[in-house]
């Protein structure tokens, strides 16, 4: 079922958090509950049910993103057959769970951050599904002595969950001796290391940046096993994220509303700065912007059917059907 939550489609958002810090119990490690001969079933019990239903919300939540659903179910399947190796007294080390998320804006890539804790949740991995999103300027301090601070306090409040670093490659300015990013990423790597029980850290930004940023600090890569590689969504993937999205909102597209909501996203997908499921959102809400506009000015009652639907007269108000050819971000200004 289609929710309406802003970070749904692909539609990056900021977690929620609260500051805390308490030790994570580990994964279940009880002693071993079956003998050799028994058989263990992976799909019975409340866990693995929980963690499918996690799976599905993705499913249904994000639209294409075949490649990323699919690797997030092979760490879902990886961490419950681990489950089960411990019911069978089969010791092994805790998987490191570490990730990248990388990709362009509006992918949904916090959409999956915020799937991923369920899940691991789910498993025992995490005490809690929360997300903490954060930047360079949560973590990098502005004068000698802030910055660890400030980091260890992200730290803290991601404590038990994710913490997501957005645009992770603005932590390393190689130009820049003084700068303080480098510290940031010293104390993440023991962070990383000595919390690996109680924290999984996720960075996220476009894919040749945080190339770069990995080849630059090995260390880092070295503690990240799980890379998760967000395409950018195709002409009709967007068409039917926009349906999706005016359906949550309880409006719909007239014939020629979609027809030329299809023609706006050619021409969208070809300015600067377009952002995926992001730009979709942004123009769904001008076109609304303009139904309201159409709708006061009509100046006679109105019915049901004239509040919901948002017709090609609200789309083709947009400047960008009126710009000369190449001007930079016309849209984003109307």
């Known amino acids: 079922m289609v929710g309406d939550k802003p970070a749904q489609f692909g539609f990056d958002r900021p977690g929620v958090s609260t500051p805390r810090r308490d030790p994570l119990p580990e994964v279940e490690e009880a002693a071993p509950t079956l003998a050799e001969t028994d058989e263990l079933d992976l799909r019975d019990g409340e866990v693995p049910e929980r963690v499918e239903r996690t799976l599905s919300d993705l499913d249904e939540e994000l639209v294409g993103l075949a490649a990323v659903k699919r690797r997030?179910?092979?760490?879902?399947?990886?961490?419950?057959?681990?489950?089960?190796?411990?019911?069978?007294?089969?010791?092994?080390?805790r998987p490191t769970l570490h990730m990248s998320f990388t990709g362009g804006p509006g992918t949904g890539k916090?959409?999956?951050?915020?799937?991923?804790?369920?899940m691991l949740h789910a498993l025992g991995y995490l005490r809690t599904p929360k997300v903490h999103t954060v930047t360079?300027?949560?973590?990098?301090g502005q004068f000698i002595g802030h910055t660890a601070p400030k980091t260890k306090e992200a730290i803290a409040r991601a404590a038990g969950g994710i913490l997501f670093i957005d645009e992770a490659y603005y932590l390393f300015r190689p130009e820049n001796e003084r700068d303080y990013g480098q510290e940031v990423i010293e104390i993440l790597l023991t962070e990383m290391e000595s919390e690996r029980d109680s924290l999984v850290v996720i960075f996220a930004g476009?894919?040749?940046?945080?190339?770069?940023?990995?080849?630059?600090?090995p260390g880092l890569s070295s503690r990240v096993p799980h890379h998760i590689a967000f395409?950018?969504?195709?002409?009709?993937?967007?068409?039917?994220?926009?349906?999706?999205?005016?359906?949550?909102?309880?409006?719909?597209f007239d014939t020629d509303g979609r027809a030329a909501f299809s023609e706006y996203l050619d021409l969208r997908m070809q300015q600067p700065r377009f952002s995926n499921a992001r730009s979709v959102r942004n123009a769904i809400e001008r076109c609304r912007l303009r139904q309201a506009k159409r709708l006061v000015e009509l100046?006679?009652?109105?019915?049901?059917?004239?509040?919901?639907?948002?017709?090609?007269?609200?789309?083709?108000?947009?400047?960008?059907?009126?710009?000369?050819?190449?001007?930079?971000?016309?849209?984003?200004?109307?």
């Open 299 to 334: 100046h006679h009652p109105l019915t049901r059917d004239d509040l919901v639907t948002l017709t090609a007269a609200d789309v083709h108000g947009s400047s960008l059907f009126t710009a000369e050819p190449g001007r930079p971000d016309v849209e984003e200004r109307g």
């Open 72 to 93: 997030v179910r092979e760490i879902g399947a990886l961490l419950l057959v681990d489950r089960a190796r411990q019911q069978f007294g089969l010791a092994s080390s």
């Open 136 to 140: 360079r300027d949560d973590l990098v």
């Open 231 to 252: 395409e950018d969504y195709s002409h009709e993937e967007l068409v039917r994220i926009a349906d999706l999205m005016v359906a949550s909102e309880n409006f719909r």
């Open 206 to 217: 476009y894919e040749d940046r945080m190339e770069t940023f990995f080849s630059a600090n």
């Open 110 to 118: 916090t959409t999956v951050a915020q799937r991923m804790a369920q």
